[in-house]
C-alpha cells in the first residue's frame, strides 16, 4: 500500500508572528513546527505500516519556502520514507483554493493508495484543503478522521460529528483528513534523525506539475484576498498578589471600583 501525507510547516506562534505588506504571513522571519493535525495524520500512515511494514510505503509531501525541507526530515526521522517539497515563487501567497491545486498537481505524479492530510492547520483553520485535494482528485472523502483501519482495499474510519461519532467506509483510492486527537505521534529516534539527515529530498517546481493551470496558483490564482491582517493586542502578564481572606475581598472591590464595574 502506498500512502501520501500531505504536511504543512507552520508558524510557531509562541515566537510571534510577522505579515507581509500585502497582509500574507512573512513565513521566512518566524519559528516553525510541524501543523499538529498533521503530525497526527503522519503518525497514523507510519502505524499503518508498522503493522505491514514490507507492503508500505509512505512518502510525505509538503507546500512551502525551500526551508520546509526541515519539517519533511522530521517525518523522515519518524520513519517516512521518501519526501517531497514543492517550492516555487510563483506558488507564495496561494489560499486554499491554490495550495490544494498545487498539492493535487504534484499528487497526480504519485502513486497513492491513501491520501492522508491534517483537518486542519493552525495559521489559517479553515479546514478546507484535504476536501479540495480530493475534489481535484476525483477521489472519495473523509474528514475528521478520530480512528482509521483498513480492510481489504478499503478504508474505515471513526469521524468525529457534533456530540457522536460516525463509521464510515471507503474504498481506495481516497482521501482522509486528520484530527490532532487521533493519536500521540511518536518521537524522532537517534538513527532516525541520523538517516534522515543525509536522506535526498525530491524537489519540484512549477513545471512539475501536472495538469493544473497558472490562472489557479499563487496570490494571482487565488480567489480569497485578504484585506487587513494583523497581530491581536497582547494583554499583560497582570497581578499576582497573596492576602488573607478578608484582605483580599477588600482588594478585589477597590480593584472593580477602579474600573467602575461597580
Same mark, same amino acid.
Given at each position: 500500500?502506498?500512502?501520501?501525507?500531505?504536511?504543512?510547516?507552520?508558524?510557531?506562534?509562541?515566537?510571534?508572528?510577522?505579515?507581509?505588506?500585502?497582509?500574507?504571513?512573512?513565513?521566512?522571519?518566524?519559528?516553525?513546527?510541524?501543523?499538529?493535525?498533521?503530525?497526527?495524520?503522519?503518525?497514523?500512515?507510519?502505524?499503518?505500516?508498522?503493522?505491514?511494514?514490507?507492503?508500505?510505503?509512505?512518502?510525505?509531501?509538503?507546500?512551502? +519556502?525551500?526551508? !520546509?525541507?526541515?519539517? $519533511?526530515? #522530521?517525518?523522515?526521522? %519518524?520513519?517516512?520514507?521518501?519526501?517531497?517539497?514543492?517550492? @516555487?515563487?510563483?506558488?507564495?501567497?496561494?489560499?486554499?483554493?491554490?495550495?490544494?491545486?498545487?498539492?493535487?498537481?504534484?499528487?497526480?505524479?504519485?502513486?497513492?493508495?491513501?491520501?492522508?492530510?491534517?483537518?486542519?492547520?493552525?495559521?489559517?483553520?479553515?479546514?478546507?484543503?484535504?476536501?479540495?485535494?480530493?475534489?481535484?482528485?476525483?477521489?472519495?472523502?473523509?474528514?475528521?478522521?478520530?480512528?482509521?483501519?483498513?480492510?481489504?482495499?478499503?478504508?474505515?474510519?471513526?469521524?468525529?460529528?457534533?456530540?457522536?461519532?460516525?463509521?464510515?467506509?471507503?474504498?481506495?483510492?481516497? +482521501?482522509?483528513? !486528520?484530527?490532532?486527537? $487521533?493519536? #500521540?505521534?511518536?518521537? %524522532?529516534?537517534?538513527?532516525?534523525?541520523?538517516?534522515?539527515? @543525509?536522506?535526498?529530498?525530491?524537489?519540484?517546481?512549477?513545471?512539475?506539475?501536472?495538469?493544473?493551470?497558472?490562472?489557479?496558483?499563487?496570490?494571482?490564482?487565488?480567489?480569497?484576498?485578504?484585506?487587513?491582517?494583523?497581530?491581536?493586542?497582547?494583554?499583560?502578564?497582570?497581578?499576582?498578589?497573596?492576602?488573607?481572606?478578608?484582605?483580599?475581598?477588600?482588594?478585589?472591590?477597590?480593584?472593580?471600583?477602579?474600573?467602575?464595574?461597580?
Amino acid at each position: 500500500m502506498k500512502i501520501v501525507v500531505c504536511i504543512k510547516q507552520v508558524p510557531d506562534t509562541k515566537g510571534g508572528v510577522k505579515f507581509n505588506p500585502d497582509g500574507t504571513l512573512d513565513r521566512a522571519a518566524m519559528m516553525t513546527i510541524m501543523n499538529p493535525d498533521d503530525k497526527a495524520g503522519l503518525e497514523a500512515a507510519l502505524r499503518l505500516k508498522d503493522a505491514d511494514p514490507d507492503n508500505t510505503e509512505v512518502t510525505v509531501l509538503t507546500m512551502g +519556502l525551500p526551508k !520546509a525541507e526541515d519539517v $519533511l526530515r #522530521e517525518a523522515l526521522a %519518524m520513519g517516512a520514507d521518501k519526501g517531497v517539497l514543492v517550492t @516555487d515563487r510563483v506558488l507564495g501567497g496561494a489560499d486554499t483554493w491554490a495550495t490544494s491545486q498545487t498539492l493535487a498537481g504534484a499528487l497526480r505524479n504519485l502513486e497513492y493508495d491513501l491520501i492522508i492530510t491534517g483537518r486542519q492547520a493552525i495559521d489559517g483553520d479553515t479546514a478546507q484543503v484535504g476536501p479540495q485535494i480530493s475534489e481535484h482528485l476525483d477521489i472519495p472523502v473523509i474528514s475528521y478522521a478520530q480512528n482509521l483501519k483498513i480492510e481489504g482495499d478499503s478504508v474505515v474510519v471513526e469521524r468525529q460529528f457534533d456530540d457522536r461519532y460516525h463509521v464510515l467506509k471507503a474504498k481506495m483510492p481516497c +482521501l482522509v483528513t !486528520a484530527l490532532a486527537e $487521533l493519536n #500521540e505521534p511518536r518521537y %524522532m529516534t537517534p538513527g532516525g534523525i541520523f538517516d534522515a539527515c @543525509d536522506a535526498e529530498i525530491t524537489v519540484w517546481g512549477r513545471a512539475d506539475l501536472k495538469d493544473v493551470e497558472d490562472s489557479n496558483l499563487g496570490l494571482k490564482g487565488s480567489p480569497t484576498q485578504i484585506a487587513k491582517a494583523s497581530d491581536k493586542v497582547r494583554k499583560g502578564a497582570g497581578e499576582k498578589v497573596t492576602l488573607d481572606t478578608a484582605e483580599a475581598v477588600d482588594y478585589i472591590v477597590g480593584k472593580l471600583k477602579d474600573k467602575h464595574v461597580i
